[in-house]
């Protein structure tokens, strides 16, 4: 436990100094995953590629010793995953370019699960966020802002989370669950400084977007997103400390995403 409690003092005092740490306890609290298993399972875009695990092997050797492996291939895009910024705008930062200031940060929840239950095409709105800040404050400068609408609890029926149990392009003209409006993308690209955006859906736009403006918006400032994200209803308002680390695809327009919090016993 000391060496983790280390680990991670020696990350925030890098990216955000002496300062931060100082107001930040390591030692009391929980960590909470945000990650959907990769598995037979895991959802992705209907006109996408889907998981795959194929067996090496399993078993005793000649050696006699049990041994375990597996080969695996999977989409960019399925699952819980990293959207970077170069996926809808040319010449952003590809996976591997963006920095750990950008995937480790405080968390800023927005609950807008009402909203969905009633639509869920929803739209979330700047509306949304002032309310939220009547209550809790202005969302601070650099602080990963998600939103949670409650579509994790269908993961992983196809039906009930994407709207469409169909594949292809058929599939993907059913898309129905809730996003992130553009006019919201660009209100707070003008108005706040977060450092990255998520939500508990498949996409950043939401699900019947043909233009998904609200990536191109968003990704022109190099603000990468994070979908599919587990569990948003175990996290705090604020408080929460997200460290989000994308498989280091070269090039990468996206990523497997291991996406975890670690939730205070008192928040700071």
Known sequence: MKSAKFFYTAIIILLYGCNTYQTYEWENGSWIDLTHSFSDETLYWPTSSTFKKDTVFVGITEGGFYYESFDICTAEHGGTHLDAPIHFFEGRKTVDQIGLNRLTGRAVVI????QAATDRDYQITVEDIIIWESEYGRIPEHSILLFYTGMGDYWPDPLQYLGTEKR?????A???FPGIHPDTARWLVDNRKII????DTPSLDYGKSNLFETHVILF???????ENVANLHLLPPTGAFVIALPMKIKNGSGAPLRIVAHVPDIAP
């Open 174 to 176: 059913e898309l129905s």
């Open 111 to 114: 609950d807008v699960t009402s």
């Open 196 to 199: 990255a955006t998520g939500l």
């Open 220 to 226: 022109e400032q190099n603000i990468p997103g994070f």
């Open 168 to 172: 292809g392009t058929e599939g993907a």
